[in-house]
């Protein structure tokens, strides 16, 4: 999926707005409003809601379609949003999926941006991580740590965050530009690394993954990918940050 494609803009996009509902025709038997207190006891003890997610499921071939993109879609509802609640603050993030996924669209978004309730429903059909035989390579991004053959290896914080955003963004090849801004954002000009320095850090990565180096590929003159390889399990915790986001 292009990430360029997705991020562009027609001159007009379409707005999504509000469609006032035609009067509704007396019911039989009035349904009585939900008062604040039942509404309360719906929730669990000690929460409050803060915000809604909306995951949309539609592929970029069928968004062209109906003639809008990704983009485009975003731009319209976060407009009518505008309209309803100047208030709102919102945030949208793309969801990348190997090509060919099958299942609902829906449902493999929601599983691509681990939605704990799509997670929870996958791994009821899947052996734990900890059953699983030790040998390759688990990239645990809950426990912020990498094991290899069983055994826990010496990562250091940025090793850990470099072989995450490539994990994170599978099949993707990642250009050496874009990892310097991503992981050293917050860097000053003179501590953050230049282009070359992402060679070292990825070669001392590799010298720490041992026989399975290779899961880090490297594109000659763009910059790095990682693939889906048989010796590498992900394990994904609740909060894991979404891979691209608009």
Do not use: C
């Not at 949309?56 to 983009?71: N, P, Q, W, Y």
């Not at 059909?125 to 390579?137: F, H, I, S, T």
């Not at 010298?207 to 490297?218: P, S, W």
């Not at 048989?230 to 979404?242: E, F, K, L, N, Q």
């Amino acid at each position: 999926m292009s990430n360029t494609a997705l991020l562009e803009r027609p001159a007009a996009p379409r707005h999504l707005r509000a469609v006032p509902s035609a009067p509704a025709a007396p019911a039989a038997t009035p349904v009585p409003a939900a008062t604040p207190a039942a509404e309360a006891r719906a929730l669990p003890a000690g929460t409050a809601p803060r915000g809604f997610a909306l995951y949309v499921g539609i592929d970029e071939a069928k968004a062209a379609a109906s003639g809008v993109s990704l983009g485009v879609l975003v731009d319209a509802l976060r407009r009518t949003l505008a309209d309803l609640a100047p208030e709102a603050e919102t945030y949208a993030t793309v969801a990348l999926a190997p090509v060919g996924s099958g299942g609902r669209d829906v449902d493999v978004v929601r599983l691509a941006l681990h939605e704990p309730s799509a997670i929870a429903r996958t791994k009821a059909d899947e052996p734990e991580d900890e059953d699983r035989a030790p040998g390759g390579v688990v990239v645990d991004i809950s426990r912020k740590r990498v094991l290899i053959d069983g055994e826990s290896a010496a990562f250091t914080f940025k090793e850990f965050e470099l072989l995450q955003y490539l994990v994170l963004r599978e099949g993707r090849t990642i250009e050496r530009t874009e990892l310097v801004g991503s992981l050293w954002q917050n860097a000053s000009e003179e501590e953050s690394p230049g282009e070359r320095t992402i060679d070292v850090h990825v070669r001392r990565l590799r010298a720490k993954l041992g026989r399975y180096e290779d899961i880090v590929r490297t594109v000659r003159g763009v910059g790095y990918r990682f693939d889906r390889h048989a010796d590498v399990s992900i394990r994904y915790g609740h909060g894991t940050p979404s891979p691209d986001r608009f």
